[in-house]
DNA sequence: GCTCCTTACGAACGATCGTTAGGGTCTAAG
DNA sequence: CTTAGACCCTAACGATCGTTCGTAAGGAGC
């Protein structure tokens, strides 16, 4: 709830009152609930971070690396797109978390970086990808294409198929001369 | 000078208070000469639009769609890099603008990615990219990419390198039985 | 029936916000 | 010497901020 006006407006451009307006409330109620502005924020990072995740635990680790990270790609972009407001706030405002909580969305970021970039790492080691890529270099393309996506995702599009259209991208690059599928 | 303040905190987690005192100035004497803090954040956006466009600018026209591609890319992180700041209000902090100057951005924006979509697309027309490429899909990616760069560029960066990982992955896809280069 | 806990209210708190006003000092042109 | 204008000061403005307070209604458990 308090996601989605943090998402629309920012953390410092959305007020107690407003939050406390959106849920039919006297702003003073709010603090039966929590103990500051700050809880929101946290708690809205932390259901982005358990998305994000989630969504990833959902790919099958049996599969060649190149379905895996078609499938990791369009898992990140089903989370952006379906749970728009906590994913943004994922991605955006979580820089207004103050003390351990900003350290705490750093690790957490960390660590869904690596497993994504794992994919990559993992494709390479097996020969199912190319031997000199640079996968440090492709998770971060990946990822921030994926992250960026909520600032022009139209409400309602097909995210699985943008996900496709990016992997295919991906895949055999924008070069003529394919490689055979 | 305030486009650093916005980068760093927000606009709206950046008071007159803390420009006039990164000036040295009382906060008062700002408005002999600004009108409004909009002002601050709409001059610091402008500034973005011009760095991203004069980078653009410099990119040759006559040269092969790839080569084209490649130095956009150094291009927009090299801006990206060297004027941090302004990118970054370019990026993330336009949402605050108010009125007609938030229209004026999207306008500004929506140029931006045409001319950078329209690298693609002329590739691809002249048969110097595959012909089934989706140059939307690949201008989205690779701006993404480079409008993403910010939350994790280390100070100090080599952005033409990082630049050319980021097209050599792009040009040839992330699949083994490379094309030759 | 009594007590406890949750939830909510309305009012108020001190702080800070963006902005304005009036007055002062300096410099450069007439 | 005088004047105009640029620049900065201090003080204050009304508004809004996040938070706290005392109180009260309602339900659950004894």
Redesign the pocket.
């Known amino acids: 709830m308090a996601a989605r006006l943090f998402a629309e407006r920012g953390y410092h451009g959305?007020?107690?009152?407003?939050l406390a307006k959106a849920l039919?409330?006297?702003?003073?109620?709010?603090?039966?609930?929590i103990?500051?502005?700050?809880d929101l924020l946290y708690e809205a990072m932390r259901e982005g971070a358990e998305a994000f995740h989630a969504a990833l635990d959902a790919v099958p680790d049996d599969l060649p690396a190149g379905e895996r990270i078609r499938l990791a790609l369009r898992a990140h972009l089903r989370v952006v797109a379906e749970q728009l407001d906590v994913a943004t706030v994922f991605v955006r405002e979580w820089r207004y978390l103050e003390g351990d909580r900003a350290a705490e969305f750093l690790g957490e970021r960390r660590r869904y970086e690596e497993r994504f970039r794992a994919l990559f790492r993992d494709g390479r080691e097996r020969g199912e990808l190319r031997t000199d890529l640079d996968d440090q270099a492709a998770a971060r393309l990946v990822l921030s294409a994926a992250n960026w996506a909520y600032t022009w995702l139209p409400a309602g599009a097909d995210t699985d198929e943008l996900a496709d259209r990016f992997y295919a991208i991906l895949a055999d690059g924008i070069r003529g001369y394919a490689t055979p599928r």
């Not at 959305?14 to 407003?18: A, E, K, L, Q």
């Not at 039919?24 to 609930?33: E, F, I, M, N």
């Open positions: 959305t007020s107690i009152g407003d039919g409330v006297q702003k003073g109620s709010l603090y039966a609930h103990e500051s502005k700050q």
